[in-house]
């Protein structure tokens, strides 16, 4: 049997996974309900994967990623997302997420996507890669260039990374949704890229997020 974590702030989808995954060989070890719940659950409970929601209250689920990786390179961790969202995936895969399963996907690809990663290897589909591919292989992503953004450009940016709208981040940052267009322009121009994914996979990259 494999241990597994689950992290969640929602009961219900918690219980449901747990239903979902009785028979099989993962044994839902312990739940976490947040980013610091499940830093303190690996350290205590040592799961063999992570099955973690990206849109948590009192913490965005990719930046534990991060700080999960950092400490527990080995451990695979699969993002499970009810947004289809492609700046999500390209962070994802940047950060090192063993997979990324929507909430809306059939049981067999989540039981499967788990039980790949528990066996150490990556449960991300080629079509998933595919989307992202051109944003992580984009040559300026890869040159250590400073690229003199203002601040409220790096605001913006790291609110694009995070992957919302722009409306959203007008609503965030208090200014209107022309400003933030406009911003959103200039990031790209200055980063060299052609779209919010790449620009959020550099983002990743210097640790703006």
């Not at 699969?78 to 990324?100: E, K």
């Not at 052609?194 to 550099?202: K, L, M």
């Amino acid at each position: 049997m494999k241990k597994l974590l689950i992290v969640d702030d929602h009961e219900v989808i918690r219980l449901g996974l747990r239903l979902m995954l009785e028979d099989t060989d993962l044994q839902v070890e312990t739940e976490a309900s947040s980013a610091a719940e499940a830093l303190q659950a690996i350290e205590n409970q040592a799961p063999d994967v992570v099955l973690m929601d990206i849109r948590m209250e009192g913490g965005d689920g990719l930046n534990a990623l991060g700080r999960m990786k950092l400490d527990h390179p080995d451990l695979p961790i699969v993002l499970f997302s009810a947004y289809d969202n492609p700046t999500y995936v390209a962070r994802a895969v940047a950060l090192g997420a063993a997979g990324y399963v929507l909430k809306s996907a059939p049981r067999e690809r989540l039981v499967e996507a788990l039980q790949t990663a528990a066996a150490g290897e990556s449960a991300w589909t080629r079509e998933e890669l595919r989307r992202v591919t051109g944003a992580l292989a984009t040559p300026r992503l890869s040159q250590d260039i400073e690229v003199p953004l203002t601040q409220r450009e790096s605001e913006v940016l790291r609110q694009m990374a995070l992957g919302l709208t722009n409306k959203e981040i007008a609503k965030m940052l208090g200014i209107s949704y022309e400003t933030v267009k406009e911003h959103v322009q200039h990031i790209l121009r200055k980063v060299g890229v052609s779209d919010r994914t790449q620009a959020a996979v550099w983002a990743v990259r210097k640790n703006l997020v």
